[in-house]
């Protein structure tokens, strides 16, 4: 298996030891984020809590970019006047600023992309004081369609080639960034991405507002461990919780799930306008600590009957994380057998969504709600 090391360009500095956390703005905003955004963001994690729990990247997505100065230099348009000045506001907070980019001459949105402009860009993000790219594929299909006449296998190396090239251009241009690929999962992205420099890679494609969608994503992630690791994570793309369309037994699903799967935490939600259930889902430190834990190992399914699923995931220091999944339509019963999750009866555990203590017996069984979930963390 392939073991990342930090980039030597940064020093002994790792940039994502556990999965990064933060904000984006595409769930929400999508084309309609502005620079007034992104700052009642940045204001929103510091007031909340949320940037003290861990939650550091304000990460702006598609739409900002502009036109091209007469020498290709990227400006930003109209929405965002000045990307220094907004990075010295995040900075000013205690955040991370990130961007999005494409390797293609345009964005999904159709904005500008960074073909042709890789290290003039890489330098550009790195003078404003950009932390975090996300580099999305998308125009960049139409030119791996144009250049390699249906031979997939070329098609493919332009493509890991093409996210080579942006790795090496911000090396160059010498300021760290986390480096976030996103490219939906083509060519078992999770088998090469480490060797291109992602620290982390998209391994579906979009995920949006409502359960189905967000349980086909994040079920399916199941035999993806062995690809996670510190500096390099599977991401099954950002959160959805508190945009309205689940509720809050799927909402915990969604937040669990993620946090089973060592997966980066951004939220996607209006952080100005958050319910107070929001929030406790976003801020519960123990299903953080799970996802941050850093032993770095991703859980995996290891029982499944019908719509019941028990998910685990080994912790530093011998404690394991425990979820009981109920992907019915209906409340129902999950039996927990100890020993199938490795551990003995009499194991202490903590019910993190109810916040009680208890001491499991060998074979357990909980009650869990339609598309909801039990996590227990043992000690
Ligand atoms: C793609 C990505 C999304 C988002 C949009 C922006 O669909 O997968 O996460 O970045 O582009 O246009």
């Known amino acids: ?63 900002w970019e502009g036109t091209r100065d007469g020498s290709g230099v990227i400006r930003t348009n109209e929405k965002f006047p000045d990307m220094k000045a907004l990075a ?17 001459p345009k964005t999904c949105a159709g904005f500008e992309g960074s073909y042709g402009h890789e290290e003039q860009d890489a330098a550009t993000y790195a003078a404003w004081g950009i932390d975090y790219l996300k580099y999305d594929l998308c125009g960049y299909r139409d030119v791996m369609t144009a250049e390699s006449h249906g031979d997939a296998a070329k098609s493919n190396q332009m493509m890991h080639d093409a996210y080579e ?14 480096y976030s690929l996103c490219q939906y999962g083509w060519d078992a992205v999770w088998e090469w991405a480490p060797s291109v420099g992602g620290n982390l890679w998209r391994t579906t494609g979009d995920i949006s507002d409502n359960y189905d969608r967000m349980s086909v994503i994040g079920f399916q992630q199941a035999g993806l461990e062995k690809y996670a690791g510190r500096e390099h994570w599977n991401d099954p793309d950002m959160l959805e919780v508190g945009n309205g369309g689940m509720n809050g037994d799927e909402y915990r699903t969604h937040m669990t799930l993620w946090a089973m799967l060592a997966a980066p935490l951004l939220a996607g939600n209006d952080l100005s306008k958050m319910s107070d259930d929001t929030r406790a889902i976003l801020m519960n430190r123990d299903v953080i600590a799970v996802d941050q834990d850093t032993a770095g190992k991703q859980g995996t399914r290891v029982w499944a009957e019908g719509p019941k699923e028990i998910w685990v995931r080994e912790l530093a220091g011998g404690g394991r994380a425990i979820a009981l999944f109920n992907r019915g339509e209906s409340d129902l019963p999950i039996t927990l057998r100890l020993k199938d999750a490795g551990l003995k009866s009499g194991a202490r555990a903590k019910s993190v969504w ?26």
Do not use: C
Request: no cysteine; hydrophobic share 40%.
């Open 1 to 63: 298996m392939f073991v990342a090391t930090h980039d030597p360009a940064w020093g002994q500095k790792l940039v994502a030891p556990t999965p990064s956390m933060g904000w984006n703005s595409w769930n929400h905003f999508a084309g309609r984020v502005t620079d007034a955004d992104v700052r009642a963001a940045a204001d929103a994690l510091v007031s909340t809590g949320m940037r003290d729990a861990g939650y550091i990247y304000v990460n702006i997505d598609d739409t």
């Open 88 to 104: 010295d506001y995040v900075h000013s907070k205690g955040l991370k600023l990130g961007i999005y980019s494409s390797p293609g």
């Open 165 to 178: 090239k942006m790795h090496r251009a911000i090396v160059k241009a010498g300021r760290p960034m986390v």
């Open 354 to 379: 109810k916040g009680e203590e208890i001491r499991l017996a060998g074979e357990q069984t909980f009650q869990v709600p339609r598309h909801g979930v039990v996590l227990l963390v043992t000690r």
